[in-house]
């Protein structure tokens, strides 16, 4: 059991690793006229979905109640989160070469505030994604919003909005549990 906290470490790199093969995040759209859902798929560095269309299809339907348009190349944050990720694998593999307890500690509690942040920015991203609306939209609803949920479900006029983890985000989640997981291995066999 010499080697739990390394192996611990490890898992915890491979799962943080698997955002540049998963989507992170999913919203799901449910409309009578959509019962099988329209399922947008965002990634560490582009957004997509279930199908080739998606993003067209979401597109469409945003224009109708005047909520701007989702382009990828227009979001900051899916240039510069492969290398936040990459940074933190690297970190990680650091963390668990000198097989330190404050390596693991201090390389969680980052992973930690990192995932704080990202939840706090996706919210801003979709409050002004809900909230931005244009003037000149077909369709006005005087107080309406189109915010999706951060996470959960919720009505939105005809729709129902789904957003969860996918699982490159899951595979974030368990990078954490993994990295504390090391910690605590690692001061056990200290303490022992």
Same mark, same amino acid.
């Given at each position: 059991?010499?080697?739990?906290?390394?192996?611990?470490?490890?898992?915890? &790199?491979?799962?943080?690793?698997?955002?540049?093969?998963?989507?992170?995040?999913? %919203?799901? /759209? +449910?409309?009578?006229? =959509?019962?099988?859902? #329209?399922?947008?798929?965002?990634?560490?560095?582009? &957004?997509? @979905?279930?199908?080739?269309?998606?993003?067209? $299809?979401?597109?469409? /339907? $945003?224009? =109708?109640? !005047?909520?701007? +348009?989702?382009?990828?190349?227009?979001?900051?944050?899916?240039?510069?989160?492969?290398?936040?990720?990459?940074?933190?694998?690297?970190? @990680?593999? %650091?963390?668990?070469?000198?097989?330190?307890?404050?390596? +693991?500690?201090?390389?969680?509690? #980052?992973?930690?505030?990192? !995932? &704080?942040?990202?939840?706090?920015?996706? +919210?801003?991203?979709?409050?002004?994604? !809900?909230? $931005?609306?244009?003037?000149? *939209?077909? &369709?006005k609803i005087p107080g309406a919003s189109f915010q999706p949920?951060?996470?959960?479900?919720?009505?939105?006029?005809?729709?129902? *909005?789904?957003?969860?983890?996918?699982?490159? !985000? %899951?595979?974030f989640g368990l990078s954490m549990v993994f990295g504390g997981?090391?910690?605590?291995?690692?001061?056990?066999? /200290?303490?022992?």
């Amino acid at each position: 059991m010499k080697q739990l906290p390394r192996l611990l470490m490890l898992l915890g &790199i491979v799962c943080l690793m698997s955002l540049f093969v998963f989507p992170m995040w999913q %919203i799901i /759209l +449910y409309a009578p006229q =959509y019962p099988d859902g #329209v399922e947008m798929h965002i990634y560490i560095d582009k &957004i997509g @979905g279930s199908s080739p269309g998606t993003l067209q $299809n979401v597109n469409i /339907l $945003n224009h =109708y109640v !005047g909520m701007q +348009y989702i382009e990828p190349d227009d979001i900051p944050e899916l240039q510069y989160f492969p290398y936040i990720i990459g940074a933190m694998g690297l970190l @990680g593999l %650091i963390a668990l070469a000198i097989n330190k307890k404050w390596g +693991y500690l201090s390389w969680t509690i #980052v992973l930690i505030v990192l !995932g &704080i942040l990202g939840m706090y920015d996706f +919210y801003l991203w979709e409050y002004d994604y !809900g909230h $931005n609306l244009s003037d000149t *939209a077909p &369709i006005k609803i005087p107080g309406a919003s189109f915010q999706p949920p951060l996470i959960g479900r919720k009505q939105i006029i005809n729709f129902i *909005a789904d957003s969860w983890p996918h699982i490159g !985000g %899951i595979g974030f989640g368990l990078s954490m549990v993994f990295g504390g997981a090391a910690w605590w291995a690692r001061k056990k066999q /200290l303490s022992s």
